[in-house]
C-alpha cells in the first residue's frame, strides 16, 4: 500500500463541495496534504482558533482558518470553452 492517495485535483482548480455542511459552495483549491488525502479550498470551512497572549504586552485573539477537508467530497468545476 503506498503512502500516499491519488488525489483528481491540483492547486489552482475550481472545486464545488458535494457532500457535508458546505454542499453547493464552490471555491479555489490551496492546499493539498496527499498523506491525509485532504485539501484546503479557499473560502469555505472556516474554524476559529483562540490564541493566548504570550507576554503581558500581546492581546489575546479569535484567528479564523480555513480547515481540510476529504478530496472525496468535492468535484472538478470544468471550464467552458467558447
Given amino acids: 500500500m503506498s503512502k500516499y492517495q491519488k488525489i483528481h485535483v491540483k492547486i489552482g ?3 464545488t463541495i458535494i457532500s457535508g455542511f458546505h454542499k453547493n459552495e464552490t ?3 490551496i492546499k493539498i496534504n496527499k498523506k491525509t ?3 484546503i479550498v479557499q473560502g ?3 474554524k476559529f482558533k483562540h490564541v493566548k497572549p504570550n507576554t503581558d504586552n500581546e492581546i489575546g485573539e479569535i484567528k479564523q482558518l480555513e480547515a ?3 478530496h472525496s467530497n468535492v468535484k472538478l468545476n470544468l471550464k467552458e470553452v467558447s
Fill in 13 to 15: 482548480d475550481q472545486v
Fill in 27 to 29: 471555491g479555489e483549491v
Fill in 37 to 39: 488525502g485532504k485539501i
Fill in 44 to 46: 469555505i470551512n472556516f
Fill in 68 to 70: 481540510p477537508i476529504h
